[in-house]
């Protein structure tokens, strides 16, 4: 017999979350799908509790006690693990009261902080108030649980609505519960969400502005396959896209660099394991992240120049009328691109291509194909090994005269240090040790001096192109617009001298 003061380990919660206008809510509901089923309602209140200093929070845990109407559930589910986007570690037990029960903590993540002391500081933090309405859908043999929330998030000072459709896989294949996604989303125009309902809680208690989000922490086993591996990147790197699209729809700077950060490291992954996940979607999927990449392009071209042009001229030159006639035209051609990034973001191809992406990492036509089964079933310290000495290899040979290089090629040289240095990244924890430590973060700083070099060449190489894409600077930035040849020697010197510090990184791969 199961001892019942000991956590049963309930099986990866694996769901999409897919948030709705209010105003749809009708014709989800009639939805062909969902309008045939019974309606099971529920009124869910839920209560997180933390210490004064968060100290759940900050080790990526929650704790919630829900009042189902029945009764209580406890919950304990981590926050982060492999940075998993769509199925997260939870470990769940009925209660007989609305208070925690610490002692079902035992074989949890929570315990060590507990014994800590945690536990004699816990208190209610904020609270979700929800009605839910679930279906249960089979289709092709999976069992698929739909939520449809509509309620309220709430600290006693602030609140904030939810309006979600959460799809959960009870049993069966992945690939169905997309493909239900997918007819409900061509009803209404849902749009993936990627951020729990704890996370929001804790944004709300804390009073934290919505703001530009860098990627979450990702630290990797060894013994994973690759399969795994990438499915545990690129869901990582999916969540950067998502969680800054607000921020872009808002003409936040930082959210839009994060943005473009975040598809520059997906289109790295795909490249990493090119090979693994060689499929018959692969190209379209690179495609339309390029896509996205290129819209959001010309706005930061135009921050690049503000910062490095115009905010140190505004020193020197600030009451020069030219100046300010400039000044005037970056401005509007600064809305301009701006509002093309947050129209794209917007648009119905943009929705889609996230749903794309998402169920093209879980379940796409690479997860099944028998001829790439080998690939995936390998170790990723053994791929990794193998893909960073080839990185290595090839940047020592390409940029060891850079000025012998023309734009072209100093620009490919780029992509691949750029994508050297996120592969870098997203093996950290691959290869453990002090030593290994220290090797990888003196290749990083190398690897980053030679990126934001060539970078920097190539926002000089772009300026030009800023009039010629239509943006209008007026007369006097065309001369502001043309490189200085002192400042194109001045970065080959910088890009040669972090390749050849780079060339003396030994490997952490071996």
Known sequence: MADPSKPEREP????????FDPADLAAIEAHPVLAGLRLDRQTLISVYYDTGDLALHKARLCLRVRNTGKGYMQTIKGMDGM???FDRPEWEREIKGRDPNLSLAAGTPLEPLLKAGAGEGLRPLFQ???????????TNGSEIE?????????TGQRQTPVHEVELELKGGDSADLFRLARSLAATVPLRLAVKTKAERGYELAMNAAPGAEKATRLDLDGNLSCQQAFRAI?????????????????GDAQSLHQMRIGLRRLRAAIVAFEKIVADSERDRIKDELKWITNELGPARDLDVFEADILQPMSVTDGGDGRFAETRRAFANARAKAYGTA???????????????????????????D???????????AEHAAKLLSRGRKRIRENGADLRALDVKKRHKLRIRTKNLRYAVEFFAGVFPGEKNAERREAALIALKELQDQLGALNDLARREALAANGHDLGEHAHGLLTPKEADVDQLLDRAQQAHADFAKVKSFWE
């Open 370 to 380: 028998k001829s790439l089964r080998k690939r995936r079933e390998e170790k990723i």
């Open 146 to 154: 739909v939520a449809v929330d509509r309620g309220a998030i709430e």
């Open 234 to 250: 690129g869901q990582n790197c999916l969540r950067q896209i998502i969680v800054n699209e607000r921020g872009v729809c808002a």
């Open 128 to 138: 979700t108030s929800i009605e839910r309405g679930i279906y249960h859908v089979t």
């Open 342 to 368: 947050a129209n794209s973001v917007r648009t119905d191809r943009f929705r889609t291509v996230l749903l794309d992406v998402a169920e093209w990492i879980e379940a796409g036509p690479w997860t099944r």
């Open 83 to 85: 940075a998993e986007l």
């Open 12 to 19: 990866r919660e694996f769901e999409l979350k897919l948030e």
